[in-house]
């Protein structure tokens, strides 16, 4: 879809078209209509984030609970939104070795257990080494870090995710 169709676009057709970009959380879409028009993907994107940023702490962890874990249950047994699914495939996560799955299993449990919510990172900007090597560090964060660096990750997601289906 073209950002100038996005922009002409009533409430349901452009939720329908950019509702993903944040996952699981179409909340995010139906507010920023309202913000129409955008002059660019950019400006779209950062008022999306806005949005975001703006929204009570108990909806940010909300948005960040929407993310699957990575190599997590749901990857293994297809449920992933297709979005995810492509992105956890371009790190590399669908070729783990058993080792690997079960070393992933146990961050994930740690993180789980540490923040209450999934760990969350760009998977299009990382390969399984470094998504292993950010999730050991950031096992070291306090709650409120690590939350406004999960949120950071999802603007990254989601700026990747608009460009993919917007077009100028």
């Known amino acids: ?37 955008f002059a660019s993907l950019a400006v779209l994107h950062s008022s999306m984030v806005s949005l975001v940023t703006a929204a009570s702490s108990e909806r940010q962890i909300a948005l960040i609970v929407a993310h699957p874990d990575l190599a997590g249950h749901l990857a293994r047994a297809g449920w992933l939104t297709s979005a995810s699914a492509t992105e956890q495939d371009h790190a590399g996560l669908d070729q783990l070795t058993a080792d690997e799955l079960v070393h992933f299993d146990r961050l994930n449990s740690a993180y789980h257990t540490r923040f209450g919510f999934p760990f969350v990172i760009c998977a299009r900007e990382n390969n399984k080494a470094s998504i292993i090597a950010a999730l050991e560090e950031r096992l070291t964060n306090d709650r409120e870090a690590e939350s406004a660096m999960a949120l950071a990750e999802i603007a990254k997601i989601a700026r990747l995710r608009l460009a993919g289906a917007i077009t100028a």
């Open 1 to 37: 879809m073209t950002l100038d169709r996005l922009n002409a676009a009533d409430r349901e057709t452009f939720v329908n078209a950019i509702g993903f970009a944040f996952e699981n959380s179409p909340w995010i879409a139906e507010a920023a209509w309202e913000h129409r028009p």
